[in-house]
């Protein structure tokens, strides 16, 4: 995967802040952690399934187990660096910012909606209804050959 300067700084300063957390929280900082968390930042914006997390891991890091990566996403969701959600009995992982994630079922893509004003609606109307929002997920058919909505 190739990246751009933007993307690295924007990785190291992420992880720069999981150091911190973990050390505030009295958590060990891992070369296994720091390997996971670097994976999940570089792909985020792809959503990636845990077994695509695991794929990635692996390919750096043979002998990792499954349940270390699984222990470590679950650190990283409860840490508020990531947070998850399912997309056809598969779970995926995003950023842990406001956002409604499109799933277009006919593309096979997620698109994030960052519209704030239109998250905050959202969220504001269904927690008037008493639900609490964990994350916006709207599955769509999304059309035929065009990229999908702005």
Not at 3 to 9: E, K
Not at 23 to 31: D, E, I, M, P, Q
Not at 52 to 80: D, F, H
Request: aromatic share 6%; charged share 30%.
């Amino acid at each position: 995967m190739q990246r751009g300067a933007a993307l690295d700084g924007e990785v190291e300063e992420k992880l720069a802040r999981l150091v911190a957390e973990l050390k505030r929280r009295g958590y060990r900082v891992t070369a296994q952690r720091l390997a996971i968390a670097r994976i999940v930042f570089e792909n985020i914006k792809k959503h990636p399934s845990f077994m695509e997390i695991l794929q990635a891991v692996r390919s750096r890091m043979p002998s990792i187990s499954p349940s270390t990566i699984y222990n470590n996403l679950q650190l990283l969701e409860q840490l508020g660096f990531i947070k998850s959600f399912d997309v056809a009995g598969e779970t995926r992982y995003d950023e842990a910012r406001p956002h409604l994630n499109l799933v277009c079922l006919d593309q096979g893509k997620i698109i994030d909606i960052d519209d704030g004003d239109l998250v905050e609606e959202i969220m504001r109307r269904m927690e008037e209804r008493g639900a609490r929002v964990r994350e916006l997920v709207v599955y769509a058919y999304c059309g035929g050959g065009g990229s999908g909505p702005g």
